[in-house]
């Protein structure tokens, strides 16, 4: 299937029609089609359909004036303005990405915030070694109380008498 119908980019999506045409009258996701003409698109591709929902679960953590500056970070950067094949995390209203470079590694990259402030910045994350995640990961599910062990000699005494009468 080459392109979807709005009706079918409203089921796939969880969008309604009204927020459809917004974002596509601001320009986040304009559908296939006539590009001048946002009343009446033909349709929209799959790469879109992945984009509105990658707009979709971003707007349950931001704003979407927070959305479009990271669409305005990618596009002046990256030349790529696709949200749904990028690692993004959102926290204390700064939005920051995870890029992963085979040549240098994963890097950290700010891309938007409430202040426009260090966006490109590259921010330095500290990882522990695994071994430690494992451990602190295995003191918080062990059990606070150790069950009670009987050895089984002293079970035995308690259940068989070893002299009978």
Known sequence: MQQFTRRETVILTHTSPSRLAYLARIGVVIPKGDESNVTRPTGYSWEQILELRAIRHLRR??????????????????????????????????VTWVQTRPDVGPQVVQ???????????????????????????????????????????????????LHPK
Do not use: C, Y
Not at 130 to 146: E, S
């Open 61 to 94: 953590q931001t704003s979407l004036q927070m959305i479009r500056k990271i669409l305005a970070f990618l596009e002046d950067t990256e030349g790529d303005r696709t949200l749904h094949n990028k690692h993004l995390i959102v926290a204390d209203g700064e």
């Open 111 to 161: 891309v938007a915030d409430k202040d426009n402030r260090h966006v490109g910045q590259l921010q330095l994350m500290a990882l522990p070694p695994f071994n430690h995640v494992a451990n602190d990961r295995w003191q918080t599910t062990r059990p606070t109380r150790r069950p009670k062990v009987v050895p089984l000699d002293r079970f035995r005494h308690r259940v068989v008498p």
